[in-house]
């Protein structure tokens, strides 16, 4: 793994995804609705007075799906925050859907993007998206350029501001370029490096997270880690993250997300989370300026850890 550390310095606070520019540090809707990101949460009011915290912090890019709940994260964004803060950047994903089991599966086929799309706008109340991104998944058997061009299609359509990429390998992104801009792409990537059981369920393996990351670097593509946290297994993995989180007077959570912010000026972490005092956290670890030796201590994986 190409780790080696970043010299000292003031990391860049914002990031620009084309003509938008947002904190380099969001949040994640997915854990807004109820168990197994399914159905309405117990507490919605709870989680309205998350999205509201969110955006008083400073937070200004939230990414969200149709199928999260279905429709359920989107309907909690719009109820809590519309009519939006003019630099709101709310991001979403196409090509999923859920299931009557609960299920995740595939939906990539071209009217399937163009219905999600307009679940998109329905429930988040927009007249045009600001940054949609294309989830791939190589198993459903469509193109994945035909499934880009249907987003295309949109885009000319004035439905889409920014197009953007999941769950994509170095050639997809390579290809994606070739035809039209991108300003952001969503992999998995975290210190942990593994995947937890939800992350599996919903997202086919990326081979090469690195190579993904070193080319969005290089283009100044905004690189948004899903799972950046791996829902706890981070903390548990790896306790050197506990060493350096006492010498900084900081929570394990925070230095792990430091870290990510500290890989590459590209890097935009979208912790979700459905308390306000872990909200007030995450935000927390945009302060946290990690030490060379640190970030390479934390990226060198012993043997056994």
């Given at each position: 793994m190409n780790d080696s550390p970043?010299?000292?310095?003031?990391?860049?606070?914002?990031?620009?995804?084309?003509?938008l520019e947002v904190q380099r540090l969001g949040y994640g809707a997915m854990r807004l609705p109820g168990k197994e990101v399914w159905g309405d949460p117990e507490d919605p009011a709870r989680a309205?007075?998350?999205?509201?915290?969110?955006?008083?912090?400073?937070?200004?890019?939230?990414?969200?799906?149709?199928?999260y709940g279905p429709l359920v994260a989107n309907r909690l964004i719009a109820e809590a925050l519309h009519p939006y803060p003019r630099d709101l950047v709310i991001a979403t994903k196409l090509g999923g859907k859920r299931l009557p089991n609960k299920g995740w599966?595939?939906?990539?086929?071209?009217?399937?993007?163009?219905?999600?799309?307009?679940?998109?706008?329905?429930?988040?109340?927009?007249?045009?998206?600001?940054v949609v991104h294309l989830r791939h998944?190589?198993?459903a058997g469509v193109?994945?350029?035909?499934?880009?061009?249907?987003?295309?299609?949109?885009?000319?359509e004035g439905k889409i501001r920014h197009l953007a990429l999941s769950n994509v390998n170095t050639r997809e992104v390579e290809q994606a370029l070739a035809r039209t801009p991108i300003v952001a792409v969503q992999n998995m990537f975290s210190v942990s490096g593994g995947a937890s059981t939800l992350a599996r369920q919903t997202h086919s393996a990326v081979d090469d997270p690195?190579?993904?990351?070193?080319?969005?670097?290089?283009?100044?593509?905004?690189?948004?880690p899903f799972f950046p946290l791996a829902i706890g297994k981070v903390v548990r993995e790896r306790p050197v993250l506990a060493t350096i989180a006492e010498a900084h007077g900081a929570s394990p959570a925070q230095i792990a997300l430091a870290w990510l912010l500290a890989r590459s000026p590209v890097m935009l972490?979208?912790?979700?989370?459905?308390?306000?005092?872990?909200?007030?956290?995450?935000?927390g670890a945009r302060r946290i300026a990690l030490s060379a030796e640190e970030i390479a201590a934390i990226a060198n994986r012993p043997q056994g850890e």
């Open positions: 970043r010299s000292e310095g003031p990391a860049p606070a914002t990031i620009r995804l084309g003509d309205r007075q998350v999205l509201r915290r969110a955006v008083e912090l400073g937070i200004n890019f939230i990414d969200t799906a149709w199928y599966a595939p939906a990539l086929r071209p009217e399937e993007l163009r219905q999600g799309a307009e679940e998109d706008l329905r429930t988040l109340r927009l007249e045009r998206l600001d998944m190589p198993a193109p994945f350029m035909e499934s880009l061009d249907a987003l295309l299609a949109m885009q000319a690195e190579g993904v990351l070193e080319l969005c670097t290089r283009w100044s593509i905004a690189y948004l972490p979208i912790p979700g989370t459905s308390s306000v005092e872990h909200l007030e956290e995450n935000w």
